[in-house]
């Protein structure tokens, strides 16, 4: 039996977003709560995946040595609130020309449940956009919204299936699977 798998979007999700990107190690902040949730998480025995688009990268915001800096920071302050993240995948790709990798298209979520061996129909997929919702969809895992960063603009677009279960935050997930 593999261990669950649940893959969350990085910005909005995890750790404030911003509308001018997220640059430099300084400008990622954890969202606190989302710190507890994937404490929680692990400890509860599910795996944690990243799948976030970086078309910073591709915008020349800032460096992939910057990226895997920002990466650094969150994988130790999340091992330092009792969490652990088991794999990341990003995509540079600009959204002007996007790849197969690029959500809502399913490359990354893919690669992941590949990764893990784990069943997209017990998967889900946690995310604050209609690309997250979507590549969810896309690579047949269970979505949910959550309502901190793009999440309630997201949920206020018109094809927005209100059949997909929103939660306030991660924890709000977290307590929801758990309990």
Known sequence: MTQPLIILDRDG???YDSDNYIKSEEEWLPIPSSLTA????TKAGYLIAIASNQSGLSRNYFTL???ENIHQKMFETIKDHGGQINAIEFCPDHPDNPGPNRKPAPGMVNKLLEQFQAQAGETWFVG?????IYCALNAGCKPALVLT???RKT???ESFDNNIPVFNDLLA???HILN
């Open 38 to 41: 994937i404490a929680q998480l």
């Open 128 to 132: 604050d956009s209609i690309s997250d």
């Open 173 to 175: 997930f977290t307590n």
């Open 149 to 151: 960063g793009k999440g």
């Open 65 to 67: 040595q910057t990226l």
């Open 13 to 15: 999700v995890i750790n």
């Open 155 to 157: 949920q206020k677009i």
